[in-house]
């Protein structure tokens, strides 16, 4: 490296995740001043991850590699070798001769959503609270423009949720609108809304805090980094703001968050009995994939396209 010691034809390599808080005196001309960028892989480069880690394993004739490189959106390379490997486990344990679509299928939940706590107990009461939280989620998730597709849905604790929706983008995003980002605000507000509705304002409960915690972030970040408030304007406002602006973000943080809440109890309003039919196939089967919740939300979609029909032919 120049500025320390004349080596010639050596080079000097290394990596790091946190490339912004390298001092600069490292990345002057000289040092390290070549940058490659690694991002994680696309849909062509996970499927070419997987046949890589499954070359060696027998598969059965309903894995489909493109499927799975399809459905593992934000994927690196560590999470594909990892999800080959506990479907693996999965087979030997169950004593299958060949990796089936299943073992990998359930490999994806598991790290998507964490491991099942089977042996938790859990009341009724409980059950059927996180059954309509999660409803919550899915509902908004299903009906608002700009969300991610479901992936499942399920009151199975796992990790350290009782519950949980999943989504999955439809294909790899390189930038993210401000449609999409206020549609994830709404299904984040879509749990504790949902409680208020059928449980009443006393009864609601700590399980939302994680979501409130991500919606709260989520708006400081369209408001401070990615200049998405009329009030603030296209400005990127450093780490340590005035008190002035800083009060100025804190107001439109919480406006951003007080609309997203409004919209959605509007919305669950308007979609209550299929709360109710989504909140009972939860409690009944516990776990619910994206055809299945489309099966039971779709009846109820059409009702609403008829009511509103009629609503247009009275006026």
């Not at 499927?47 to 593992?72: F, H, M, N, S, W």
């Not at 059928?198 to 609601?204: D, K, N, Q, R, S």
Request: charged residues 25%; proline residues 4%; aromatic residues 4%.
């Amino acid at each position: 490296m120049d500025g320390f010691e004349q080596n010639e034809g050596i080079i000097l390599m290394a990596a790091t995740n946190l490339p912004d808080i390298l001092d600069p005196a490292l990345t002057r001309p000289g040092r390290f001043d070549r940058h490659i960028v690694v991002p994680n892989p696309d849909v062509r480069g996970r499927q070419e991850i997987l046949e890589l880690y499954l070359e060696d394993k027998p598969l059965a004739d309903d894995v489909d590699i493109k499927a799975i490189a399809r459905g593992t959106p934000g994927f690196n390379g560590a999470d594909l070798a990892n999800l080959v490997n506990v479907a693996a486990i999965k087979a030997a344990v169950e004593g299958a001769e060949k990796l089936t679509a299943a073992q990998l299928e359930f490999a994806k939940d598991r790290i998507i959503m964490g491991t099942e706590r089977k042996s938790m107990f859990i009341t009724e009461e409980s059950k059927k609270l996180t059954a309509y939280h999660e409803s919550g989620h899915a509902i908004v998730a299903f009906n608002t423009d700009g969300a991610h597709p479901i992936h499942k849905a399920t009151i199975m604790p796992r990790g350290s949720a009782l519950g949980m929706v999943t989504q999955l983008p439809s294909q790899d995003e390189t930038s993210i609108s401000k449609k999409q980002l206020l549609a994830r605000l709404d299904v984040c507000m879509g749990g504790r809304v949902a409680e208020e509705l059928i449980f009443g304002e006393e009864y609601i409960t700590t399980g939302a805090s994680s979501d409130l915690q991500t919606a709260t972030e989520l708006a400081q970040y369209m408001v401070s980094t990615c200049g998405m408030s009329n009030a603030i304007g296209p400005v990127y406002i450093k780490e340590r703001p005035g008190s002035e602006m800083q009060s100025r973000i804190d107001a439109e943080v919480v406006k951003l968050l007080r609309e997203a809440y409004d919209r959605v109890k509007q919305l669950l309003k308007k979609h209550e009995k299929a709360l109710h039919a989504l909140a009972n196939a939860l409690l009944e089967y516990e776990t619910l994939t994206a055809d299945e919740i489309k099966h039971i939300l779709n009846p109820y979609q059409e009702d609403q396209l008829l009511e509103q029909q009629e609503e247009l032919a009275l006026t």
